[in-house]
């Protein structure tokens, strides 16, 4: 053959690459990396192997294998029954909702990522609660957002806070897109918003036209109290994108999130999903896993066990950590936040601990911007009470020793 | 509390949308609807049940339990065995890929949406076989590609055509963004792209610098003759992206997709997968039934049973259809494509087909500008040979009443 002439330099692929994709890189390149780290880390909130459902979950598979083999392992969309259940579910909430606002997808994680490509355009508007969840924080940043940060204390979101922002916001004709908020068993913080607070900011986001993105990732791991309604079961004018994942109630590994909220949303961030729907089989195992209470039955067990591991870790940290460095005792979820005094800074403590073989989440990485050196995030989901009272005892081993330097 | 005065009209939660997702609504909104058909469809590709390998797969779902459960449903990668099969398999093929080089996805056809995602912008050029796989063309045209249809015959793309369209483009000073090519067991053509194509076909991609994207969905169901290299292992230059999945040697519903290349596009992909890298639990299961050969004894066993459902097929079509529809006996794959005479178009097909309770693929719906009248994609894959034979039968009486009533 024949081959037309050509300018002699050699082409490169990445010429090839669509702005898009060159921006991304950049983006994604420049964000900061989440290395893992020290052999006994408390830094991350992983599941309680323990706790998985080993036997019913084979038996699940087996059931759903034997019974509906060609629903399961070909093409076409997820259970019908796990759409029921879900539904089933909402419905002890307080909310009665349709099948069309509610959507699957692979772990919550996936929504997080999918709604700033949904919500927000450069330059536009995000309000957080700081601290926050920052792999979810981090999507809008990518984005192109403004994120405001509205401090949270015992109580939750502080609601006279962000009015202030809105108020001030609305004078200078910005509108913003979104308000998104950990209401229950907040990550890092381990606080609840209350029912007065939660009215308040569901009735400031109808006010201002704002969707409040709602992540109720830990919402069913309840240690302490009675359940308060979400902010989804409060809102009336479809103001509320609520988020739930069956990662931290069955495991991580199903990969199974979904999302409650306005159709029209939904809509638009399955338009997104590079994959289509969520693949059939594992909606299968999860419906059937789930039904006739099971779950349910799970979920209490859960909150037992995760109640033990997290009096384990408060009780260590009182024996162990210096006396001024604090903690509110979550009533829920995977994690407790420690406040430290001035003199153990978290940056300064990582050094230490690691040198001890232990690792800590510290607060800064619960920030947009710097703050947190003063907090660190503990986990107690994941290690054994025996690995969590060592885990305590040598971080504070690393407090007394920056003390003693210092 | 006080809310501050805003204008009175009501807020719209559409209001909020970025521009992205307002675009991305009216080109969905725009296309066509895909709806399934009759209750004897021939027209889509689904898997055979039958050969789901049910008990095998649940053996390897509770030995993945049994052995590594924190590993399979906790957070964290992939499976590592699942990679090196791949790059074992690929060394089959004459590939010495490394870790890099591979990636996976939910299915080929999520890398089949991200590709326009990383690859093309508004206005750029991008060149397919007619006819072709719409569902993979119809991502390049919503991502607002300009689309150069090659033709194809019984060796494949028509590469002296795509000579002569490089060349022009080139003096147009315009450079595409890819090629898409279904090189083995073409869908729906049913064709094989010849050796000595294959080496020109490569050859221009590397001489003009454009992408060639490989879909190998079907390459390994082969019914007859020797495997040809796939365009992957020809090229030395890195200008070939191949893409396989699990769904046709194992079952639709793992969601598994894979994809060998160039690593620096591999990262770009990965960078739109919102959902992150694939859930750990499947590709633990998939792993663990390919091992020890049990994947390629399957695909052997595929390989019959599919090449003796299309020879039941061909053999139903040369009794119950007029002389003059003309087939190519494909040498793999799962669809059989019909040529049809002048009088009896698709179009007009199509209701008499529906009256007979069964549906096919017109060839309208595997061309971009509206050809394909003069064909019909048949899948062979699903049914059981008695459905086979009936569908075809029933086809027949359509095309012989359609000539009548003509």
Redesign the interface.
Known sequence: ?T??P?PSAR???????????HD??AQ?QGAAQQGRAAPLSLA?G??D?EM?P?QD??NA??EV??ER??A?????PPSAELFEQLLARLQTQGITASRNQVML???S??LL??I??????PG?TVLIEGPSYMAAVRRYEL?GARIITIPLDEQGMDVDAL?VR??EL??ANI?P??IYTISTFHNPAGVTMSLERRR?LV??A??????IVEDGAYGDLRFTGEPLPTLAALDTE??VLHIGTY?KIL?????TGWAYG?P??L??LQ??????EV????SHVVARYSADGRLEAHIAGLCVHYRQKCAVMLEAIARDFPSDVTTLAPNGGFVVWCRLPEDLQASALLPLAAERGVAFLPGTRCFTEGQGDDAMRLAFSYHTAERIKEGIARLGDAMHALRTQG
């Open positions: 053959m081959l037309d050509i082409h490169r692929l990445s010429d090839l690459y669509a702005q898009r994709a991304i890189a994604i991350f992983l599941a192997p998985f080993l979950l084979t598979v087996a294998l034997a083999p060609d399961a392992l070909n093409y076409g997808s692979y772990g994680g996936q990522a999918l700033p490509q949904v919500m927000v355009d536009d984005a009015d809105l108020s609305a004078r509108r897109k979104l308040r009735a400031l109808a006010h201002y036209g704002v969707l479809g103001w990662s495991a991580p590994g199903v990969r306005p029209e949303l809509e638009r338009m997104f999903k590079s994959e289509g693949g059939p089989f594992m």
